[in-house]
């Protein structure tokens, strides 16, 4: 199990590319995190949702989508409350103190899954959530050591370098946690470190003596990992883009959902992809603007207002730019969102931003399914996933025909304004070539999934090379799971 010292130390990457790593030792591996908190998910095939992290380190191993790879998924909604996803399905909502009061009643599901994932791998690499120095959170905790306790695993931790404060992080861990958590950490990892790795060997040593862990890696600074999608709001970039290309924007708004739609356009070299955040206006020359999916479409659209971002797209309009909706940023494009049964927030119904002749109640369960099609216009084929609680009336143009006959979507009669439910649409080489001569962008010879296998076999060499991957197989064992109460 691979746990950090904080939120963001790259627990995601370290685990994806040591399952492309041990997965190319001919070893069957599967990914597993017993709680995520994340609004980027992906699809199963059994009609299930897990952590995007996760389907990428399934991706690393070369192995199906499973629910059971990330058992309890948790959707931020509010600065307090989340929706509370287990074993793939809804099972409601509740506010972070109530959630508290839930999670030993979880545990069982998370044995669960963890077992029959155990059954049918060589390997299971485990990845833990936030900060394993969380002392407050360890009562009823699931996600670090609770679950390792209760599975028996072995505990790698994981420090960042790059921010700061490596040697007290690590350290501190060890002098905080009850002394039964910390005999199950055996080793520790040193990431993102830049520079001469011979000016850290004295802190290494200092690490591994002070808290009596193995040293198990020094691990450079990996360039590439832009390429690889970021699993939450933190890797997102800022504002500052490349100064060169075609611009477009995507509207970060607060509960912004499934921004890894958008990772492919990072790579385009005649792209220069903004994400624009609360107090920063619209750039004007904008060839595009995204409005991204969101958890809470009624609190983002009252956000989005409330920086003034209506008004931008307004005057992006009339300068003859284009805009683009997705899943809950389509929603909002319309003239009225309506939550009627509180499914996102309180009950209410408001205007939406009037750029396209739909209107959308938040009603009906969640569709899960991956699904494929074509442009109405054009007929360029597509694949993508739905993910979504939501009925939307009104399109008289729909922009896509999906494989079913349905159509989805809506384009306005300037062609310029569209929207559709459909993620991952420019994550197809072919749609996203479609999107960016429609805006005059050069298009290139981009396959984005082959970038995304390279990288990870890239990732998979670096880690092989700075981490003792071996000694790491030594540690593993067989779990010892027992039904939790």
């Not at 009906?364 to 007929?379: I, S, Y």
Request: aromatic share 4%.
């Amino acid at each position: 199990m691979i746990q950090g010292t904080g939120s963001d130390v790259g627990k995601s990457m370290i685990v994806a590319g040591l399952a492309r790593a041990f997965t190319r030792r001919g070893l069957n591996v599967r990914p597993f995190k017993p709680q995520n908190m994340s609004n980027n998910a992906a699809v199963t095939a059994d009609g299930g949702e897990i952590g995007r992290a996760q389907a990428l380190q399934a991706r690393a191993a070369k192995v199906p989508l499973s629910v059971h790879m990330n058992p309890v998924l948790l959707k931020p909604q509010s600065e307090t409350g989340s929706q509370i996803i287990v074993q793939g399905k809804v099972v409601g909502t509740a506010k972070a103190r109530e959630y508290q009061a839930m999670k030993p009643k979880l545990l069982g599901a998370v044995i669960e899954s963890f077992g029959k994932l155990a059954a049918e791998a060589d390997l299971v690499l485990v990845e833990g959530a936030g900060s394993a120095s969380e002392v407050n959170l360890r009562a009823a905790d699931i996600a670090n050591m609770g679950f390792a306790r209760a599975a028996n695993v072995p505990v790698v931790l994981l420090g960042d370098i790059d921010r700061g404060g490596v040697i007290a992080s690590l350290v501190g861990t060890k002098t905080v946690i009850d002394p039964a958590d910390a005999a199950m950490i055996a080793g520790f990892i040193v990431n993102r470190f830049r520079g001469d790795p011979s000016l850290f060997a004295d802190g290494m040593r200092m690490i591994a003596d002070r808290t009596g862990w193995r040293s198990l890696g020094l691990v450079p600074y990996f360039a590439d990992a832009y390429k690889l999608p970021p699993e939450d709001a933190l890797g997102l970039p800022t504002i500052e883009g490349r100064s060169k290309g075609v611009k477009i924007a995507v509207l970060a708004y607060p509960r912004i959902a499934n921004f890894d739609d958008f990772d492919p356009l990072k790579l385009e070299p005649g792209v220069d992809l903004l994400f624009v955040r609360h107090g920063e206006a619209i750039p004007g020359d904008c060839a595009l603007v995204i409005l991204p999916g969101s958890k809470a479409t009624i609190a983002d659209l009252a956000s989005l207002r409330d920086a003034g971002w209506d008004i931008d797209l307004q005057a992006h309009v009339r300068r003859g730019g284009h805009v683009l909706g997705i899943c809950g940023g389509y929603q909002m494009l319309g003239r009225k969102v309506a939550d009627f049964d509180g499914i996102e927030g309180p009950p209410s119904s408001v205007e939406g931003l009037g750029l396209l002749e739909i209107e959308t109640a938040l009603e009906g369960d969640k569709v899960l399914v991956e699904t494929a099609g074509e442009t109405v216009d054009g007929k360029v084929p597509f694949k993508g996933y739905e993910i979504h609680i939501g009925r939307t009336t009104g399109a008289t143009r729909p922009l896509l025909r999906l494989g079913t006959g349905k159509p989805d979507g809506m384009v306005s009669e300037s062609g310029r304004i569209a929207g559709c439910y459909i993620h991952g649409l420019l994550t197809d080489d072919r749609q996203r070539r479609h999107w960016l001569d429609k805006i005059g962008a050069p298009t290139s010879t981009l396959s984005y999934d082959a970038e995304v296998e390279a990288t990870l076999d890239l990732l998979a060499d670096h880690l092989e090379k700075h981490i003792d991957c071996d000694a790491l197989l030594a540690l593993a064992r067989e779990p010892v799971l027992t039904t939790p109460g």
